[in-house]
């Protein structure tokens, strides 16, 4: 569907395996048969509900239909393409996964891969911060025996790469989520490379990035792996190859993502944890802490709980908030759709096992039907609350109407989307700044993203990530000493309902912490502004007290 330069060279890379630059380009047969779908579309008849409720069965009706018609009638792929190969420098590699000696890896469906056996070695010692309870991090952790030959085939991973001109700049990796894709990070790349375009203030103000976008295979532009059970483990080491194909990997680099792309972060510290420095996420998705895995994080849990965070000396940073949630958040782990509930509110809990559980009889349907994928896509996307005014003619929480309804020039959709204004101070930015609303046009350009590759194998990997990142996963919620950092954005309608940030520190070696009053479920793309200014100060301010620390600084 798109096409390539020429090969380019990378650190001695030839052939295949050299870094290529890549653009963008559907063909127009793909694109007329996109349109003929959608004019076939049969929509189905729903229940009438009142208005608060009118999410409770997914999708609405009213939401749907008026966006299959902009679809038809107004959005313009070629420009947004254009937009986007403009905005985001784009390249892919083949990279070779390497399995260990014993993992028996399985290219059918009737047959489940064995466990890897990974090799020990000694991680770098832990240091100890002040908001961080003292933890006794292991002195061995698993990684990856390379010494076999690749059992994998070879992957063209597709990746954004924009270098930053500042020489102290720090190699970021971004882990996109599911159902977005590299185009996530659009609105924040250009103020994390360069750090004039976003002036901020504070600890890490000027602090610059090389920014790495990959593309999980199976999504956008990358190869889709043929093995069963391709899942967090080797989405993190074909990034690591990614990072080690550009020259960052022996430097090392910081990663960043939310919702799976965290998970991808995770896995990044547990299986390269001498490259991967440090990790930063925003409303992070947690395990309760296990008196049996980690007992001091397990008891000031329970102590915070008993006295419900009311004393400050007993509170070991919960609040209040943390234990006022509904009891299906903090529900004891369990399998399936119950160890879910216990990571996400219901609502998301049903969505992910819906599509994780049986993700071929889903592609059936979502592979053929560019309407249904939308209204999946909007179903993950928008944040649901009750308390949210709407008029007759919006049926959104989050989504505009004024393209739908032509209140503006229709003409719109062709200009750039918007990227972060430059706040007077992030005060300012916090207290005066508004719920994001979604257009149209950028609802169909994150559609078209899992359209044109097809959604199946994003389905599978999200199906494995599940399994992944269980919560009685043997290895993946063990104490990582790798630092993290955390922004906590409030839901939509003021509710926080996510899991308490501090079960973190069971798991996590937890050096930074801010909260905001501003609402985001994907800050990169709803609140670039205070995302970017998070980042420079999380890990600018971690470079300032020797925790992340580049191995070209220590030589220089």
């Known amino acids: 569907m798109a096409q390539m330069a020429i090969n380019v060279a990378v650190d001695g890379a030839v052939g295949e395996d050299a870094v290529q630059p890549y653009g963008m380009h559907v063909s127009s047969r793909y694109l007329d048969l996109t349109k003929r779908k959608l004019e076939l579309t049969r929509l189905p008849r729903e229940l009438q509900l009142p208005e608060k409720r009118r999410w409770d069965y997914g999708t609405p009706k009213a939401v749907l239909e ?42 059918t469906s009737d047959a489940t891969p064995t466990q890897a056996t990974f090799s020990e070695s000694t991680l770098p010692q832990q240091i100890n911060s002040p908001i961080t309870p003292t933890h006794p991090a292991p002195t061995t952790f698993p990684t ?3 010494s076999s030959s690749s059992a994998h085939p070879p992957l063209r991973v597709h990746f954004v790469h924009k270098r930053s001109k500042h020489r102290k700049a720090i190699p970021l990796l971004f882990c996109h989520s599911w159902p977005s894709s590299f185009v996530e990070p659009y609105k924040i790349i250009d103020a994390l490379t360069d750090p004039v375009s ?6 890490g103000a000027q602090q610059a990035f090389h920014v790495v976008v990959p593309s999980i295979p199976g999504f956008g532009f990358s190869d889709a792996s043929p093995v069963e059970g391709f899942g967090l483990r080797e989405t993190a080491n074909a990034f690591h190859e990614v990072m080690a194909r550009l020259g960052y990997a022996d430097s090392g680099y910081v990663v960043c993502g939310s919702g799976w792309g965290f998970a991808i972060c995770r896995a990044l510290a547990i299986y390269h944890p001498q490259h991967c420095l440090a990790i930063h996420t925003t409303n992070p998705s947690l395990v ?7 007992p001091m994080a397990w008891l000031k849990y329970h102590v ?5 965070a009311r004393l400050s000396f007993l509170s070991f940073g919960y609040l209040r908030s943390d234990f006022t949630q509904p009891e299906a958040t903090k529900a004891k782990p369990e399998r399936d759709l119950g160890m879910l509930k216990e990571r996400f509110d219901s609502s998301e809990a049903t969505l992910a096992s819906q599509y994780s559980q049986r993700p071929q009889t889903v592609s059936y349907s979502l592979c053929d039907s560019p309407a249904g994928l939308l209204s ?20 959104s929480p989050f989504l505009s109407p004024a393209e739908l309804l032509g209140d503006r020039d229709i003409e719109m959709q062709v200009q750039e989307m918007p990227r972060p204004e430059i706040p007077m101070s992030p005060r300012e930015s916090e207290t005066n700044g508004r719920d994001y609303t979604w257009t149209p046009t950028e609802i169909l350009s994150w559609t078209m993203m899992q359209w044109l590759p097809g959604p199946e194998a994003g ?3 999200l199906k494995q990530a599940t399994l992944d990142s269980a919560a009685d996963h043997p290895s993946f919620w063990q104490y990582s000493p790798v630092p993290l950092g955390i922004s906590h954005f409030r839901r939509r309608g003021g509710t926080d309902e996510d899991s308490p940030l501090m079960w973190a520190t069971s798991s996590h070696r937890l050096e930074w912490l801010k909260r905001h009053r501003r609402s985001a479920r994907w800050p990169a793309w709803e609140t670039p502004d205070l995302l970017v200014l998070d980042l420079r100060e999380c890990f600018g301010g971690m470079a300032e007290r020797g925790l992340v620390r580049l191995r070209r600084d220590e030589e220089e």
């Open 459 to 461: 389905l599978r990997w």
């Open 288 to 294: 309760a802490p296990a008196f049996k895995k980690s």
């Open 144 to 146: 990856i025996d390379s």
């Open 376 to 395: 999946c896509v909007l179903d993950a996307v928008h944040s649901r609350s009750s308390s949210t005014p709407q008029s007759s003619q919006q049926r």
């Open 66 to 107: 008026p966006l299959i018609d902009f679809w038809l009638e107004h959005y313009d792929w070629r420009t947004q393409e254009t937009l986007f190969n403009n905005a985001l420098p784009q390249f892919r590699t083949t990279v070779h996964l390497t399995p260990s000696k014993s993992e028996d890896v399985v290219h």
């Open 198 to 203: 976003l002036p901020s203030y504070g600890t």
């Open 304 to 308: 915070a709980r008993v006295t419900r």
